[in-house]
């Protein structure tokens, strides 16, 4: 699991000490180092290590929890009008309803973005920054790029707000003008760079009101790391911490969900195999395409974890995206997979969602899902998928 840098002891032990809210509760503001939303009279933050939304009520007890292919790792959550605006690690974002559904798809207006908006209006001010989640690629940019892009409520920039520092080195301007950002209830934009100790407030028209320090480093000293916590505010402004892994701890008695929609397609032969035709089986259901070359790097993988576990307890169905259907052929004959092989037509990312490839998902003997997986995560990540099968290959 990821761990964050620590507050601090004296700092945790001060926020801990703050334990009984006032009426009302509490509202979550991180999770981990995750921002938070308040909508509905509930609390929603991401949990990127699990790939879900998970939304709190007032005594921070889960309530609900969101997943699906369109959140692999989800960073900051905050509300739009009666949405959630979801920003992915990789920069884009998506919009959800409170029931979990996509409403809409962001484009990131940056190589790689993170979005904040004002919270309780129907017309919300929406901005944003470079990610300091993800810094994907090392790029020149003009000196006259905005630093905050202000957004329409469909995600489409409408004008930008100060301009970005380009440092000596120009390659640099994303890892230099990446940062956090919070709107306020006024529009006004508090921006805190990730490489340099400050806040700024920013008017509603741009004009720098104010530059704080945030007094993180007193001095240089090696990183100490505590638990992951998360921070939280009752209805007097008073703050408290608390473990993550605590508040997680209601989240893993979700029910699992099935695998929708159920797939009917040929195989390399030309017969049509069906998402029935698994069940009673632990499957890996895994989508790929000839181009990607993450997915060449696993394939040697699922080969091998497929020859570890018998027919009867465990599948693959590997399901092509691919639109050239002799690109997919010539695949296959390099990698000779002993799983079967199913052919998409390139119909497959409308059909589930997915935000890159490859892309698998883990089902039970009932077809629910017991784990999505985003991309490919090397030996180790295979060696936990072996682990998980074994586990559920036992189960009762």
């Known amino acids: 699991m990821r761990r964050a840098p620590a507050v601090g002891a004296a700092l945790l032990a001060a ?194 009101r104010w530059t704080t320090k945030r007094g993180l480093f007193a001095r240089e000293s090696d990183p100490e790391f505590l638990a992951q916590t998360a921070v939280a505010v009752d209805a007097r402004g008073s703050i408290a911490a608390f473990d993550t892994d605590s508040l997680l701890r209601g989240a893993s008695a979700a029910g699992r969900e ?31 395409a000839s181009w990607c070359d993450p997915c060449r790097e696993e394939f040697p993988h699922m080969t091998e974890l497929y020859r570890e576990f018998s027919r009867q307890a465990f599948e693959i169905a590997a399901i092509s995206d691919d639109v050239d259907r002799g690109k997919m052929a010539a695949f296959v004959r390099e990698f000779r997979p002993p799983f079967p092989i199913l052919v998409g037509g390139g119909r497959m990312k409308q059909a589930y969602y997915y935000r890159g490839l490859p892309y698998s998902v883990l089902l039970d003997r009932q077809g629910r899902i017991i784990e999505r997986i985003f991309g490919f995560g090397g030996a180790e990540e295979f060696r936990e998928l072996h682990e998980t099968i074994a586990k559920e290959v036992r189960a009762p």
Request: proline residues 10%.
């Open 258 to 288: 099935a695998f929708e929609p159920a797939f009917a397609l040929p195989d390399l032969t030309g017969d049509t195999v069906t998402l029935a035709r698994f069940a009673g089986k632990v499957t890996l259901v895994n989508f790929w």
């Open 15 to 208: 926020l801990s000490a703050c334990r009984s809210p006032a009426p009302g509760g509490f509202t979550l503001l991180f999770l981990g180092r995750s921002p938070a939303a308040a909508l509905g009279g509930s609390s929603w933050a991401p949990d990127p290590d699990n790939s879900r939304i998970v939304a709190f009520d007032h005594r921070l007890r889960v309530v609900r929890i969101v997943t699906g292919p369109r959140l692999s790792v989800p960073v900051a959550v905050a509300p739009l009008g009666a949405d959630l605006l979801v920003t992915e690690r990789t920069g884009e974002g998506v919009v959800l309803d409170t029931a979990g559904h996509p409403v809409r798809e962001w484009e990131s207006p940056d190589v790689a973005s993170l979005y904040a908006a004002t919270a309780g209006t129907a017309r919300p001010r929406v901005v944003a920054v470079r990610s300091p989640y993800y810094v994907p690629q090392f790029a020149a940019e003009a000196d006259t790029a905005p630093l905050i892009r202000v957004l329409d409520t469909l995600g489409r920039p409408v004008e930008g707000l100060a301009t970005v520092r380009v440092p000596a080195a120009p390659f640099l301007t994303h890892l230099v003008n990446a940062g956090a950002v919070a709107v306020g209830p006024d529009g006004a934009v508090y921006f805190a760079p990730l490489v340099r100790d400050e806040i700024r407030k920013y008017a509603p028209n741009g004009a720098l």
